[in-house]
């Protein structure tokens, strides 16, 4: 009888323990997946009396094509009139991906921007074990890039954004100048960091905006702004040795699921945990710069499930400093 009882509390415990498990999964997947998110932020990097700039920054779309109520979600963000979109990259998710990147941003078409590309821009989607997460980074593909890249950057091209992978440009934004340097995805190696210092010198000798920075201000009035897909921490080093005071990353998906109260169990890349997702300071010999890391916007179609993180864009307003 004492047995019988037992294994009837086991049978009880180990129902209400998979049911709850099954309800999380279902919530994560069905609600949570879809639950779009802005976030808005603000951060004092600009000249002292500047006026302020709304920068949308966009993450992580991983798109595929018959996903219409993401893409229709991001068309509604145009209608909060950003100054500056930056696109951190993994925008495609299926072979037709682009298809649906295009139905999403095509809204942003006079709005200026700048992008970078992730490694799910390159190389469509792959089944993997969730679990290889907690061992370290994914790991870097053995086979040729499969995704039409080319289609997505006439995209961006015909959007008028500016290419930063391994590049540097600039805009003049609401009388402020914003000189921008990107890598291209530091989580596959793609990065080419010891090219920006040369590439950022010549672009403040020749490019025609910086004529406009009055005489004497001794770049007090420039801002520099650092893009990159993966917050590795020698990328943010490098950005912020080179000027940068505030920088935009996506890839980690704020850990895509997280536990309440912890936060994040995996960041798939070396940034601290705490700093997986939403804007803190990067230090980095004496230097520091704001930092904001997007939790992203979608998920791979082979994990559609995200808990306690639920996907987001990120208003953040560049502010005069005090």
Same mark, same amino acid.
């Given at each position: 009888?004492?047995?019988?009882?037992?294994?009837?509390?086991?049978?009880? +415990? %180990?129902?209400?323990? @998979? !049911?709850?498990?099954?309800?999380?999964? =279902?919530? #994560?997947? $069905?609600?949570?997946?879809?639950?779009?998110?802005?976030?808005?932020?603000?951060?004092?990097?600009?000249?002292?009396?500047?006026?302020?700039?709304?920068?949308?920054?966009?993450?992580?779309?991983?798109?595929?094509?018959?996903?219409?109520?993401?893409?229709?979600?991001?068309?509604?963000?145009?209608?909060?009139?950003?100054?500056?979109?930056?696109?951190?990259?993994?925008?495609?998710?299926?072979?037709?991906?682009?298809?649906?990147?295009?139905?999403?941003?095509?809204?942003?078409?006079?709005?200026?921007?700048?992008?970078?590309?992730?490694?799910?821009?390159?190389?469509?989607?792959?089944?993997?074990?969730?679990?290889?997460?907690?061992?370290?980074?994914?790991?870097?593909?053995?086979?040729?890039?499969?995704?039409?890249?080319?289609?997505?950057? +006439? %995209?961006?091209?015909? @959007? !008028?954004?500016?290419?930063?992978?391994? =590049?540097? #440009?600039? $805009?003049?934004?609401?009388?402020?100048?914003?000189?921008?340097?990107?890598?291209?995805?530091?989580?596959?190696?793609?990065?080419?960091?010891?090219?920006?210092?040369?590439?950022?010198?010549?672009?403040?000798?020749?490019?025609?905006?910086?004529?406009?920075?009055?005489?004497?201000?001794?770049?007090?009035?420039?801002?520099?702004?650092?893009?990159?897909?993966?917050?590795?921490?020698?990328?943010?080093?490098?950005?912020?040795?080179?000027?940068?005071?505030?920088?935009?990353?996506?890839?980690?998906?704020?850990?895509?699921?997280?536990?309440?109260?912890?936060?994040?169990?995996?960041?798939?890349?070396?940034?601290?945990?705490?700093?997986?997702?939403?804007?803190?300071?990067?230090?980095?010999?004496?230097?520091?710069?704001?930092?904001?890391?997007? +939790?992203?916007?979608?998920?791979?179609?082979?994990?559609?499930?995200?808990? =306690?993180?639920?996907?987001?864009?990120?208003?953040?307003?560049?502010?005069?400093?005090?």
């Amino acid at each position: 009888m004492g047995l019988s009882h037992a294994l009837t509390r086991t049978a009880v +415990a %180990l129902g209400a323990f @998979l !049911g709850t498990g099954a309800a999380a999964f =279902a919530y #994560g997947s $069905l609600i949570e997946r879809n639950r779009f998110t802005l976030r808005r932020v603000s951060a004092p990097v600009l000249p002292e009396g500047a006026r302020p700039i709304t920068v949308l920054h966009l993450s992580d779309l991983h798109m595929a094509p018959w996903q219409r109520r993401k893409q229709d979600w991001i068309r509604s963000l145009a209608a909060l009139k950003p100054d500056l979109v930056v696109n951190t990259g993994d925008n495609t998710g299926h072979q037709r991906g682009v298809e649906g990147v295009e139905r999403a941003l095509d809204a942003f078409n006079g709005v200026p921007g700048v992008f970078v590309h992730g490694s799910n821009d390159y190389f469509g989607p792959i089944p993997k074990n969730p679990f290889t997460y907690f061992t370290g980074p994914s790991g870097k593909p053995k086979r040729s890039p499969d995704l039409d890249v080319s289609r997505l950057e +006439a %995209l961006y091209d015909r @959007l !008028g954004w500016l290419n930063l992978n391994n =590049a540097v #440009g600039a $805009l003049e934004i609401n009388g402020t100048h914003l000189e921008f340097l990107g890598v291209d995805d530091p989580h596959r190696d793609l990065d080419r960091l010891s090219l920006l210092p040369g590439a950022l010198d010549e672009l403040r000798e020749n490019d025609d905006l910086y004529d406009l920075i009055p005489e004497g201000d001794d770049g007090r009035s420039v801002v520099t702004v650092g893009v990159a897909h993966a917050p590795y921490r020698r990328v943010l080093n490098s950005f912020v040795t080179q000027g940068a005071t505030m920088i935009f990353a996506g890839h980690t998906h704020g850990g895509q699921v997280c536990v309440p109260g912890y936060g994040a169990l995996v960041t798939n890349c070396d940034i601290p945990r705490r700093q997986v997702k939403g804007l803190s300071i990067w230090t980095h010999a004496l230097k520091a710069a704001y930092l904001n890391v997007s +939790a992203g916007l979608g998920t791979s179609i082979y994990a559609p499930v995200r808990f =306690a993180c639920p996907p987001e864009a990120t208003l953040l307003t560049l502010t005069p400093l005090r």
